[in-house]
């Protein structure tokens, strides 16, 4: 229940509430207070009247603005500025990583994920054969109308105890963002930022599962 | 409940910096945003510069929403601080002045004014003629459907200077019906 003021009277206490009493906002305590200062002065009832007609007149209003908006696509183009790109990636890794250690993991759940990482898994795997059908080689998944850098390469776990800066590190140092998760399993997709061959993407894999202090698990089509 | 759940995964995903979750978070909010942004600057052109910079500083600090409002919630409050700030960069205040003294001068004549425009057209142009802060407050408990916290966090103010600046605002529309011609009863 909100106080407002002491030296205000019940009445106008009442009276500053109504506008949410009439939208539907206000939390149960003040309803009820609401509702039964109403139901002994019915004289406020008229009160409610306007405010409908207040709403009625700025919806409409608002609902009247012809959009002059900028598509999606220029704005999303804006989001590759110098600098910006790689900010967010960070804050991105850091924040999804910090989510990931921090939720709590009973053991149903626990099992689940493991449930869940055994799917990853098959996923994974037909992910690698189509990555690596036709050529041989390790390639970035892309097919028309599609562009290829949207395609995830890897799917990544972490360790437990694995400190977030240096996450956002080994990945930065091998031209990786996520761009997906944490998924089942505590995995996250990872795509390279760069075109580098399929020769440098296997040796940067290699790489970062040497970091077995903070790389749990990498599963890529080779 | 579920589209907030579907706008915070998608706030997860932009801190990803996933470019496909922006455009579903522009297709559910920029429209919204637009509108709220408009009725302070009052400028097409500004309002919509003013929307596209409120996405790119989702983009750039979505690693740092910590969920503990609405999606939509946080992005009029990102909305509003930028929206002051820019009116406050163009001193456009000084306009919202000017139209309110060409409403209390409508009031003049209140039989005219009445012939003129019917209550909902009057009413709409008293909201018009409201300041800026009594415009905004408005729209955010009439239109966006704010509570009183949303509200609170959006501009940044106590939550019973909420409630005592809804209460004026309707007071002055109040005023402004009345001098136009229109008695309401209240206040």
């Not at chain 1, 200062?37 to 007149?57: C, K, N």
């Not at chain 2, 409508?106 to 018009?128: F, H, N, Y």
Request: charged share 25%; hydrophobic share 45%; aromatic share 6%.
């Amino acid at each position: 229940m909100s106080g407002i003021d002491e030296h205000l009277s019940e009445r106008e206490e009442i009276e500053m509430l109504l506008p949410w009493y009439v939208t539907g906002r206000l939390d149960a305590a003040d309803t009820a207070r609401v509702e039964a200062y109403l139901a002994q002065h019915p004289d406020m009832l008229h009160q409610l009247a306007l405010i409908a007609e207040e709403q009625t007149v700025t919806v409409e209003d608002n609902e009247a603005i012809r959009p002059r908006l900028t598509s999606a696509g220029a704005i999303v183009a804006r989001t590759q500025a110098p600098g910006s790109a790689m900010r967010a990636w960070f804050d991105g890794v850091v924040d999804s990583v910090k989510g990931l250690f921090q939720a709590p993991t009973p053991g149903a759940v626990r099992w689940a994920a493991a449930a869940a990482a055994v799917i990853i898994c098959l996923q994974a795997a037909a992910l690698g054969t189509l990555l690596t059908q036709n050529t041989g080689g390790y390639h970035t998944a892309s097919r028309p109308g599609i562009e290829g850098e949207q395609a995830p390469v890897a799917l990544i776990a972490f360790t437990d105890r694995a400190p977030i800066a240096d996450i956002a590190r080994v990945l930065a140092e091998n031209r990786l963002r996520v761009v997906d998760g944490p998924l089942p399993g505590g995995f996250f997709s990872v795509r390279f930022e760069d075109h580098a061959t399929g020769e440098e993407q296997k040796k940067r894999f290699d790489a970062i599962l040497a970091r077995k202090d903070l790389i749990r698990a990498v599963m890529t089509g080779h | 409940m579920q589209d907030q759940t579907d706008d915070r995964t998608l706030i997860t995903r932009i801190a990803g910096q996933d470019q496909a979750a922006l455009r579903a978070l522009l297709g559910r909010h920029q429209l919204r945003v637009y509108r709220f942004v408009l009725r302070i600057v009052r400028r097409e052109a500004v309002a919509e510069e003013v929307t596209n910079e409120v996405f790119l500083e989702a983009w750039r600090s979505a690693g740092s929403y910590e969920a503990r409002s609405s999606v939509g919630t946080w992005l009029l409050s990102i909305a509003h601080n930028r929206a002051v700030s820019t009116m406050r960069r163009r001193r456009e205040e000084a306009i919202d002045d000017e139209t309110a003294g060409a409403i209390a001068d409508d009031g003049d004549d209140p039989e005219v004014a009445t012939q003129k425009l019917d209550k909902a057209a009057q009413m709409r142009r008293c909201i018009s003629a409201l300041s800026a802060e009594h415009r905004t407050i408005i729209d955010l408990v009439y239109y966006h459907e704010k509570s009183i916290n949303e509200v609170s966090e959006i501009l940044g103010i106590p939550l019973n200077t909420v409630k005592t600046r809804m209460f004026y605002a309707r007071k002055k529309l109040s005023e402004l019906l009345a001098a136009a011609g229109i008695d309401r009863g209240w206040p």
